[in-house]
């Protein structure tokens, strides 16, 4: 079975703070995924990374950065958390090749007060 | 216009009901589709890939309708433990084989 875990299922965080959101899998994936998913809005891609050290911008990258130091890990980085930016955020991963699905960690939820 | 879109429901059904759900997709060249579920607070779930031949899982059947750019879920013989979300999502090709695109969710409660 895949395992996705990301590192925290709550956090709480103050306006103006840096925040990592960390993302581990321990299938040997190639492409990693973040997204945030709010009411209404459905899952939207922040930013994905097809291999290590290789990144690219999806729908909605403004405020985030990521990290993909190693192949089983990668961290989203809020630079200055905003309350806008307050959502349950999903990591996924999958292998590189084919149609393969993705499977996702058990989410974040994130409140910027 | 969205990639992905589906209706939001909800649809309430009685248990042991059939109820299905479309998926419209906008890119025609897409080559990948699937079904999540979804429950309350918790993160997607895969349920089934949607291969172009369709396919069944037990009570739950997928078709693609290449031509009309569709696909659906049936669910046959619906059980209280089927109450979730059930999200489509097509994956791109070319340029964008590495985006996935997800409808915003059906809503499914099936009452006792």
């Known amino acids: 079975d895949v395992k996705v875990t990301q590192s925290s299922r709550y956090l709480v965080k103050r306006t103006g703070e840096k925040v990592f959101l960390e993302c581990v899998q321990d299938?040997?994936?190639?492409?990693m995924f973040w997204y945030r998913q709010d009411p209404g809005l459905g899952l939207r891609l922040i930013y994905f990374s097809y291999d290590v050290k290789m990144k690219e911008k999806g729908d909605i990258p403004e405020g985030y950065s990521v990290s993909r130091e190693k192949k089983e890990r990668f961290s989203l980085i809020l630079e200055s958390a905003s309350t806008n930016q307050t959502s349950m955020y999903l990591c996924?991963?999958?292998?590189?090749?084919?149609?393969?699905?993705?499977?996702f960690g058990d989410g974040t939820r994130l409140s910027i007060l | 216009r969205k990639e992905v879109e589906q209706d939001p429901g909800p649809f309430n059904v009685p248990e042991g009901a059939t109820v299905a759900f479309n998926c419209t997709y906008s890119n025609s060249a897409s080559q990948s589709f699937f079904w999540y579920r979804q429950d309350c607070r918790k993160e997607p779930k895969l349920l089934m890939s949607v291969y172009s031949s369709g396919n069944e899982d037990g009570r739950f059947t997928a078709q693609l309708n290449r031509a009309s750019q569709y696909i659906s879920l049936l669910i046959r013989d619906s059980k209280l433990s089927d109450s979730a979300t059930y999200l489509c999502?097509?994956?791109?090709?070319?340029?964008?084989?590495?985006?996935?695109?997800f409808g915003t969710g059906t809503s499914l409660t099936v009452i006792p």
């Open positions: 299938m040997d994936h190639e492409n």
């Open positions: 996924a991963s999958r292998p590189g090749q084919g149609g393969q699905p993705q499977h």
């Open positions: 999502v097509v994956r791109g090709e070319g340029n964008t084989g590495n985006q996935f695109y």
